[in-house]
């Protein structure tokens, strides 16, 4: 008897815990986790793209700088040039030295400034790419939230009355032994397999003559040697 009123509890139990599964994979929870991550994967680059947008402009800022100095330095130059002695031409070459050097520096500041530039219109345009991407998922997000919002509480609602039926079945089987059940259900779900065949139908193994004995003469709860479930066998199927 108190089998039977365990075998009852277990399909009352393994009935809420399918619809609760159920509901984790209800198509619409589904794709709300797939757009949430979505948006939080934007929201990361977003604040990727910002520090390297924030680390360029200082880059920039000092690639400037540098490039007005060279300016100023080959304007100084310049001068300098007009001004030398024609006579002196240790000293003009020593100046037309300093103002190649001056144009290669200034020839690679400009490379750099140009390079950055691109580097800046690209950051925008994936700016851009991301806040659209984002905003289009965020709408889908919300409009099916909403739809999901009621599903989810229609639901819950099902699955209430389902672990309301669990725990009344529950109430009509023995404390100690519904303390067994749930110590199997931690590692095999369901915790009860009926009896087929000589088989258990939980792993499919075929039981020894002196399982069957046991179970025949129920006497005691028995279970299964290769899964560990609690084997149920309705009168008169041993």
């Excluded at 709408?139 to 739809?147: F, G, I, N, W």
């Amino acid at each position: 008897m108190q089998l039977d009123q365990l075998w009852n509890y277990t399909q009352t139990d393994m009935e809420a815990e399918r619809f609760e599964n159920e509901m984790r994979k209800a198509p619409n929870r589904v794709r709300l986790l797939q757009l949430r991550n979505f948006i939080l994967e934007q929201q990361n680059n977003m604040k990727k793209v910002e520090a390297e947008v924030a680390s360029m402009a200082e880059r920039l800022e000092a690639a400037r700088a540098e490039y007005e100095k060279l300016s100023a330095s080959m304007q100084e130059l310049a001068g300098e040039l007009a001004e030398a002695q024609e006579d002196s031409v240790a000293e003009l070459e020593g100046l037309i030295e300093e103002a190649q050097r001056l144009t290669d520096a200034l020839s690679k500041c400009e490379q750099e400034l140009q390079k950055m530039r691109r580097d800046a219109e690209t950051r925008d345009r994936q700016q851009k790419e991301i806040r659209t991407k984002a905003a289009k998922s965020k709408q889908e997000y919300d409009q099916l939230k909403a739809v999901y919002d009621t599903e989810f509480k229609r639901d819950s609602e099902t699955l209430k009355g389902l672990k309301a039926k669990v725990d009344a079945a529950g109430k009509a089987v023995d404390p100690a032994l519904l303390e067994r059940y749930k110590s199997i259900r931690q590692h095999c779900v369901p915790p009860v397999a009926k009896l087929i065949n000589g088989q258990c139908s939980g792993c499919n193994m075929a039981l020894a003559s002196a399982v069957l004995r046991r179970i025949s003469a129920g006497d005691e709860i028995v279970e299964c040697d290769n899964c560990g479930r609690i084997l149920y066998a309705p009168e008169g199927t041993v």
